[in-house]
DNA sequence: GTATATGCAAAAGCTTTGCGGGTTC
DNA sequence: GAACCCGCAAAGCTTTTGCATATAC
């Protein structure tokens, strides 16, 4: 039983195949999928409907096993949940790269409270671009890019 | 000509009627107005068509005349553009309270150069509730809030 | 056995786009 | 005067939903 699994059993959700295949797609990606990823990963080894897809991961972000974000190009993506951490988007390549800072999460906590405010959570999304003094390539037209 | 009109010429960004008033609009505003939102707020005085708001306001995202936000709801919201400040949303009632701080700025920075990065924008979004040793009470259904 | 999840297909947003006519600089 | 922008309406996507059937516990 996998992790994530496993905290679907916690939370009283049941597990089914179409919940299985989902969750075990998200557990083997490194990147950030949308839904239609989600979807198009999981049918190439079972059947399920996209409407189905769309309730499971719902349903499995209400009860904090899953992680949506939303980077530039306004479509919901999704990790597994976890301990905090941060999305550093290359701005030419779209490439996402994570970073866990602990000195990051406590400012934002002591930030909050000077407000008045008990941090629930945070998503923190930095656009930036490779810092490098020779000649710099695009490497990817800039459409299709997340910013 | 107000600050967002001159960025506008600065950028060569034509000024037409419909484009001030949406500047009008988002300089008027202390929220963030969803798209339609600006498009109601500015069809009170002004006639202009929903698809003419969108393609006004992705330009002018596009010329760094304004910044688009994205909360919980998934819904594309606008402000002017500006130095980098941070959002924290209100669990209970959705409200947004603006944050400015120069120690989170230059943590963000010096995080992302550690990483070989220069940072371009960044968007922080943190969800809090009131921090209070009374009872709490909820002051919103859970379905329309802004996570 | 019962409550809950799924599949299917339709519908409900939100956003983009093609085109002819109008406006800005 | 040339380039660009707007209104309108249609189309494109993503996401949600109703209903009958199937499944987990």
């Given at each position: 039983?996998?992790?994530?699994?496993?905290?679907?059993?916690?939370?009283?959700?049941?597990?089914?195949?179409?919940?299985?295949?989902?969750?075990?797609?998200?557990?083997?990606?490194?990147?950030?999928?949308?839904?239609?990823?989600?979807?198009?990963?999981?049918?190439?080894?079972?059947?399920?409907?996209?409407?189905?897809?769309?309730?499971?991961?719902?349903?499995?972000?209400?009860?904090?096993?899953?992680?949506?974000?939303?980077?530039?190009?306004?479509?919901?993506?999704?990790?597994?949940?976890?301990?905090?951490h941060y999305h550093l988007?290359?701005?030419?390549?779209?490439?996402?790269?994570e970073v866990s800072d602990?000195?990051l999460?406590?400012?934002?906590?002591?930030?909050?409270?000077?407000?008045?405010?008990?941090?629930?959570?945070?998503?923190v999304e930095i656009?930036?671009?490779?810092?490098?003094?020779?000649?710099?390539?695009?490497?990817?037209?800039?459409?299709?890019?997340?910013?």
């Open positions: 039983m996998s992790r994530l699994e496993d905290l679907c059993q916690q939370r009283g959700v049941k597990l089914t195949r179409p919940r299985r295949a989902v969750l075990q797609v998200l557990e083997e990606s490194n990147d950030h999928p949308t839904v239609s990823d989600i979807h198009r990963r999981v049918t190439q080894k079972h059947h399920i409907a996209l409407g189905t897809t769309y309730r499971i991961l719902n349903r499995l972000t209400a009860e904090g096993v899953l992680r949506r974000c939303v980077f530039g190009d306004d479509k919901a993506r999704y990790e597994p949940a976890g301990s905090p988007i290359d701005h030419d390549t779209g490439a996402i790269v602990d000195r999460t406590a400012l934002l906590k002591q930030l909050v409270r000077g407000l008045g405010y008990r941090m629930i959570a945070c998503h656009i930036g671009e490779i810092e490098d003094n020779s000649v710099r390539i695009r490497r990817r037209p800039r459409g299709n890019m997340v910013t």
